[in-house]
């Protein structure tokens, strides 16, 4: 009768345990329309989901406030819910959530980069100096940048040395693209000698590629990468 009992009683706590794992996944089905027009919203950080959640009023599990824990799982398990594996319906297919945060960033990082902050120290710096978090609410370093840039297909990170070099070479000439449109308009109002370029640049604080002053050597290689690139023509250029 005791063993009886005891495998009763087992049974009763699997059937719980899976009739709480079905609520769970109703609720999390239930805001997944939500999720994604807060996300599409710029709201992509567990934190601000939370915040955004309990601000329309939308309860949590158990009736209670959103935090960045209960959001975090939350979308672990529409995740699973929407993958493929999951097998639940495809057209309920639901982004991996570093994917949609990094388009959430993409409209900053094109900003900060047409400002002439280029390097991933230069926009490390600057994400830093303007408040913006990182997806977890915390300061942006160097590694999680190079993760944000690679994500967003900007830079290209590989193996070896060759492979160091192909995705450095890459990253100065996506720099270089990024500041043309403000060469262009220096040399239409008048500045068109490397010096003159080096002053207006260093005047209006448009940052060098690492973040410092411009000099003759870094507009140089600058103007030889546009042209290379086409975004220069050479009949503009002058000493």
Known sequence: ????????SRKRGIRAGAAS?????????????????????????DLGLANELNRRGLTGARDG???????????TRLHRLTSAHGGINSNLAFKPVADV?????????????????????????ELNERGIPTPQGAKWHHTTVVRLLTR??????????????????RAADAR?????????????????????????????QVSAPRGGKWHSG????LLQRLDRLGRVSRSQRRR
């Open 176 to 204: 270089a693209k990024a500041l043309a449109s403000t060469i262009r308009k220096l040399r239409k109002a008048g500045f068109v000698s490397v010096r003159g370029t080096v002053r207006e640049l260093n005047k209006r």
């Open 152 to 169: 967003l297909g900007l830079i290209t990170l590989g193996r070896g040395r060759a492979n160091n070099i192909l995705a450095q070479k």
């Open 65 to 75: 406030r959103w935090h960045r824990s209960s959001v975090r799982r939350m979308l």
């Open 21 to 45: 794992k079905r609520t769970a996944d109703s609720r999390a089905r239930a805001l997944l329309a939500t999720i994604r027009k807060l996300m599409a919203a710029g709201f992509a950080t």
């Open 1 to 8: 009768m005791e063993r009886r009992g005891k495998t009763s």
């Open 101 to 125: 945060r990094a388009k959430a960033l993409a409209p900053t990082i094109a900003k900060l980069r047409k400002a002439g902050f280029v390097s991933i120290n230069a926009i490390t710096q």
């Open 218 to 221: 870094t507009v140089s290689r």
